[in-house]
């Protein structure tokens, strides 16, 4: 059975930073990731990385954010600097099947930003 935990979330001052982490487990995975859901708005992707370590980000977060990935250890990382209240959201964890096209989502941890 294929679990996603997401750990690091919490509440930071405007400018600060956090780290988002994502243990998968029961599957082997292609391209892994984050998305964010803030109140009253949709999911948004975050940030992608393919199992090679390709990377690609949404604008708003482009030069804040930077993902990565640890394939030995299944784990997928979010590092949010100079954090906004607009980055205020609960950021979802995502991975791909490696072999298939099955995606996977993790429960979803609060990041909060005040201002």
């Known amino acids: 059975q294929v679990q996603l935990v997401e750990s690091g979330g919490g509440l930071v001052q405007a400018g600060g930073s956090l780290r988002l982490s994502c243990l998968g487990s029961?599957?082997?995975?292609?391209?892994m990731g984050w998305y964010r859901q803030a109140p009253g708005k949709q999911r948004e992707l975050v940030a992608s990385i393919s199992h090679g370590g390709t990377t690609g980000y949404a604008d708003p977060v482009k030069a804040r954010f930077t993902i990565s990935r640890d394939n030995a250890k299944n784990t997928v990382y979010l590092q949010l600097n100079s954090l906004k209240p607009e980055d205020t959201a609960v950021y979802y964890c995502f991975a791909q099947g490696r072999y298939s096209i099955q995606a996977y989502w993790g429960q979803g941890t609060q990041v909060t930003v005040s201002s």
């Open positions: 029961g599957g082997i995975f292609g391209v």
